[in-house]
């Protein structure tokens, strides 16, 4: 715990004008940004005496080890770079929502040709019209399903509409009348395009003009006699009626607007939204957030108009946002909405009438929303706070182990040998922060000394941040030159795995979300990293590693436990505490003991352990099949120098095969279009150097299958993979 006069800036150092302040811990990671119409006065209210401050507040500044501003010109600019590192430093202090869903949209792919409907998540692209948010996607699916009796607009992804061009008969919503099936030609690109305006006409609420066309058709087919025709157009009344229903008007004069309340408490805060588009409700959505400084309900409104206006523009952000108190000042936030919509934004209280009414239907869902989620979070904060001091007293640690990080080694009969580490924080995963590595210091099957190399590569870097940020103490140059000497495992350069993003299911690997990120070209002897921004001096970004955990785990018994410790031992690191969980009898290893820990069944610590093991177990083995499943689409071709995909393309679609491109002459090979006779040569050495495949096995009869049978080759187009001894339970028994 840090003493804020340590850091605290001179009175006079500080200037008297706009600005944004952050404050950065020991680590030097962002933990919280500010802005200020005056940084001198704003400032002076964290450096009083701790008794006055609010007890999270109180722990921000406490966390921190030093301040930094950057003075700006008017209130707006700071509000701008206040939003932009929130977004970049992600702040563990600062005010987030925590939105559990992606919303989804009902959008109108206008940018086509042939424009779809379809329900769309994330970011928004530019051509795409866009109605909503909707509560739920099937929300979406039952109104574009009752409007497609009147606009038969395009539905299908880009495949099928290929396929159905391609064989010259529709889908079935095409025979059924629900799709104009612009893809066999039956109506024009024009008459497509002017349908799909007449269908985004209809859900931005001008209504009125439909039905009453609809009802003069109906009443001319009535009066013609053409009755079945006067049915359907009835009917298609009755379902754009429907569709009106679903979403009842609310306010009049087609208004704009959305609709946001508070519902809050002295810890936390529920934010509800609701989204009204020619005056009908057309999506709600909310968040909820943790109040970690005494904060107004203003500045909570601020945050969320900030969360929730700044990726938009145009159209996005309404002419009016209605609100249960404003910002302090209100100025420079009304003219943020302003430049992000590029036309004028009212943002006000609502005093009277309909608006009103509305608000407080929309708080009392807030209200509603904290009520439920506290009911959730109250056991939830119980059950990890119990696990995390049970893991405390059963490993005799000083405090509750806030951080933990748990590795794992997976292969496959000691091929393709990767290791893993996740990241719990206060009980829960930090996907951001998962790792993934790739064992390159020895070739064959040795789970112990794999975790060594793991360890000590990961702890090393750890180190290196430390003395590159001078955060030394006294002894640990010593302490690392003797690692060093004394025969730590060197780090024999893993290549970074580039394009992994953070897990979130099933790929960052979703190799795991949060997706976002990538990871710069490392040098030689980087770590394999998966994810991450570019090391910068100063910068406040999540560094690789640069985060200590205060517990290790690891995935086995007493004999990768002992390596683990080896490896801290040998770094000369002696605060970080070392576990496994060994599988069999899930019993806990401790360094340096005979026998384990046992944890009762009931325990919520013991349950904590499982999920984080559990957790980088299935990190890693998906990293490994990933790798396996690299490897056995590689062809001999990729390793000819020089000889990039499209000419890889050319030589397999000449020949056929690789197997009649290896028999081939080099003037054979000389007559595909781009090969040159040096490529030729090249491409001819290296098929004559490369093993032949083994034949494909039809697995059901056991016959061997050569080209002459029938069975498709492998080639740059269809990759196949070897088929392996065993049935399919049998190979992934061999998994590690």
């Known amino acids: 715990m840090a003493d804020p006069s340590s850091y605290r800036p001179r009175p006079g150092e500080i200037p008297d004008s706009p600005g944004v302040y952050r404050f950065r811990d020991e680590h030097r990671r962002v933990i919280y940004v500010g802005k200020a119409k005056s940084l001198r006065q704003r400032l002076a209210n964290y450096f009083q005496d701790l008794a006055n401050l609010h007890p999270r507040t109180r722990t921000m500044v406490t966390t921190a080890a030093s301040v930094e501003w950057t003075v700006v010109s008017t209130e707006v600019e700071a509000l701008q770079l206040e939003y932009s590192w929130i977004k970049e430093y992600d702040p563990r202090f600062n005010v987030k929502y925590r939105d559990d869903k992606s919303y989804p949209y009902l959008a109108v792919t206008m940018n086509e040709e042939f424009p779809r409907v379809q329900v769309m998540r994330g970011h928004k692209k530019k051509g795409v019209r866009y109605f909503g948010p909707y509560g739920h996607a099937w929300a979406i699916r039952d109104t574009v399903d009752l409007l497609l009796r009147v606009f038969p607009v395009r539905t299908c992804s880009a495949g099928v509409f290929k396929n159905a061009a391609r064989t010259g008969r529709p889908c079935l919503l095409g025979y059924i009348g629900k799709c104009s099936a612009p893809c066999v030609e039956r109506i024009s690109a024009e008459d497509h395009q002017e349908l799909a305006e007449e269908f985004c006409d209809f859900m931005a609420g001008r209504t009125g003009t439909y039905l009453r066309r609809l009802e003069r058709k109906m009443g001319e087919a009535a009066e013609d006699m053409e009755y079945e025709r006067a049915a359907r157009l009835r009917d298609d009344i009755g379902a754009l009626r429907k569709a009106m229903e679903k979403s009842a008007v609310v306010l009049a004069d087609a208004t704009d607007a959305d609709l946001i309340a508070v519902a809050e408490d002295e810890l936390e805060a529920a934010v509800q939204i609701f989204h009204v588009r020619g005056g009908r409700v057309r999506g709600q959505r909310g968040w909820v957030t943790d109040k970690v400084e005494e904060i107004t309900t203003g500045a909570l409104v601020e945050h969320a108009l900030q969360q929730l206006y700044g990726e938009e523009s145009g159209d996005a952000v309404p002419k009016e946002v209605l609100v249960p108190a404003l910002p302090d000042p209100v100025e420079p936030v009304q003219q943020w909405l302003t430049d992000r919509r590029g036309s004028g934004v009212s943002l006000r209280i609502p005093q009277r009438g309909d608006k009103k009414a509305l608000m407080e239907t929309v708080q009392r869902n807030a209200q509603q929303a904290l009520v439920l989620h506290k009911t959730k979070r109250a056991s939830d904060l119980t059950t990890r706070s119990r696990a995390l001091e049970e893991i405390a007293d059963a490993l005799d640690l000083d405090s509750a182990p806030l951080r933990i990080e748990c590795y794992d080694i997976s292969h496959l009969q000691g091929d393709d040998v990767v290791a893993s580490m996740v990241v719990f924080e206060d009980g829960l995963a930090r996907k951001s922060e998962y790792r993934r590595f790739q064992i390159k210091g020895f070739r064959g099957q040795d789970d112990v000394r794999s975790m060594h190399e793991v360890i000590t590569r990961r702890f090393r870097r750890y180190l290196a941040e430390k003395e590159r940020t001078g955060e030394w103490a006294d002894g640990e140059d010593d302490a690392v ?256």
């Open 481 to 736: 030159t003797t690692a060093t000497t004394n025969g730590a495992t060197p780090d024999h350069g893993a290549t970074p795995d580039h394009g992994a993003t953070p897990d979130h299911g099933a790929t960052p690997d979703h190799g795991a979300t949060p997706g976002h990120n990538t990871t710069p070209h490392a040098a030689a002897d980087d770590l394999a990293l998966t994810d991450g921004p570019a090391l910068k001096d100063d910068d406040g970004r999540p560094k690789r590693f640069a985060y200590p955990p205060q517990l290790v785990v690891v995935d086995g018994g007493q004999p990768q436990v002992a390596a683990a410790q080896r490896a801290l031992d040998e770094l000369g690191i002696d605060d970080i505490a070392v576990c496994g969980l060994a599988k069999r009898l899930e019993e806990v290893w401790l360094p340096r003991e005979d026998d384990p820990v046992v944890l009762p069944r009931t325990s919520e610590g013991l349950y904590l352990l499982q999920r984080v093991r559990d957790e980088a177990h299935r990190f890693a083995i998906t990293y490994q099949r990933t790798k396996r499943a690299k490897r056995f689409r590689s062809s001999p071709l990729d390793e000819v120098p020089g000889l990039g995909e499209t000419r890889k393309q050319a030589l397999i679609k000449h020949f056929g095969s690789v197997k009649k491109l290896r028999s081939a002459t080099i003037d054979q090979i000389c007559e595909v279009p781009g090969i040159g006779r040096k490529t030729a040569e090249t491409v001819a050495v290296a098929l004559a150097r490369a093993t032949p495949a083994a034949p494909a096995v039809n697995t059901a009869t056991g016959e061997i299958m050569d080209d002459e049978d029938g069975a498709p080759e492998t080639t740059a187009d269809a990759p196949g993979e070897p088929v392996s001894a065993g049935t399919p339970d049998e190979r992934r028994g061999q998994e590690r």
